[in-house]
């Protein structure tokens, strides 16, 4: 039985802010895919960020769609947390995901089709990406016998918090080896703000109306989630307006910046740092 809202105001202000974080986190793929395709080019976007956080959204969409679609997911929710608990997962969610998958792996196609200089995919990031995606297979396993599929999901949902946290260093960490934040689209970053803060407006108001703190640790991903994005999207701000604004002289060397040379997408760890990192021009 699905549970009530006790003041419809509220079930209404969860829909807003719930399709408000959808708008914002969906718009705030655009600017970079835009730019890409304007340039003709990636140099100067991490192609680590890229791949883990297609990864974290697959993760993100299998645990969102499950406990929204699934009847039997809802009921082993409800044994465990109370059968007067709402789900913790919303429409909005689910399309959010949907949506994500779908960008990222366009982006990730932009990598293939577009210049990217010297920059590759380093062995470390695939080496994450087999081991999340082989961990999710032995627990699938596990879980199989037991029909225990909402620990399943929910191991999944830690996973691509684990990733949410992961794929934002290769980009902070690039910038500041760069000194520069050109080719990364701020755009991006404030439409993500948004979305973080309208996801926890979302939850608090659900919260609010139920009394209850349930949604909070019943989809700690979620919160989770909310607060590593919020994190990332202040440090590349302060990074881009404070440390490296782009009205400066590059520290880049021209040499880089005219450096065009096509390496293979995925190198070896044994080569410098300094090989995979490279800066656009300004755009």
């Not at 703190?213 to 990332?232: A, I, R």
């Not at 881009?240 to 002289?249: A, D, G, H, M, Q």
């Not at 880089?256 to 490279?278: G, R, Y």
């Amino acid at each position: 039985m699905e549970t009530s809202w006790n003041s419809d105001i509220l079930k209404v202000e969860y829909s807003v802010f719930g399709w408000i974080a959808f708008v914002a986190w969906s718009t705030s793929f655009y600017p970079q895919l835009f730019m890409n395709f304007s340039r003709k080019s990636v140099v100067g976007l991490n192609f680590n960020y890229l791949l883990l956080n297609n990864t974290k959204q697959s993760l993100y969409l299998i645990y969102n769609a499950s406990l929204y679609f699934s009847s039997t997911l809802q009921f082993q929710y409800h044994k465990k947390y109370g059968f007067d608990q709402m789900i913790p997962v919303a429409a909005n969610d689910v399309a959010f995901s949907i949506h994500a998958v779908l960008i990222t792996t366009i982006l990730l196609f932009q990598v293939i089709i577009y210049e990217r200089g010297n920059q590759s995919i380093s062995k470390i990031t695939m080496g994450i990406i087999t081991m999340v995606w082989v961990t999710a297979g032995v627990c699938f396993f596990i879980a199989f016998p037991s029909n225990s599929w909402l620990w399943l999901v929910t191991i999944f949902n830690t996973m691509q918090v684990l990733l949410a946290s992961i794929k934002y260093i290769p980009q902070a960490v690039m910038n500041f080896m760069l000194k520069s934040t050109d080719g990364f689209c701020i755009g991006n970053v404030f439409l993500d703000f948004i979305g973080g803060i309208s996801n926890v407006a979302q939850m608090v108001t659900q919260s609010i109306d139920q009394n209850s703190l349930v949604n909070f640790y019943g989809n700690l991903g979620k919160v989770l989630l909310s607060l590593v994005t919020l994190f990332f999207d202040i440090l590349f701000m302060f990074q881009r307006f404070v440390l490296y604004p782009s009205n400066k002289t590059s520290l880049i060397p021209l040499s880089k910046l005219n450096d065009k040379v096509n390496e293979p997408l995925i190198k070896s760890l044994n080569q410098p740092l300094a090989t995979n990192l490279h800066v656009a021009e300004n755009v």
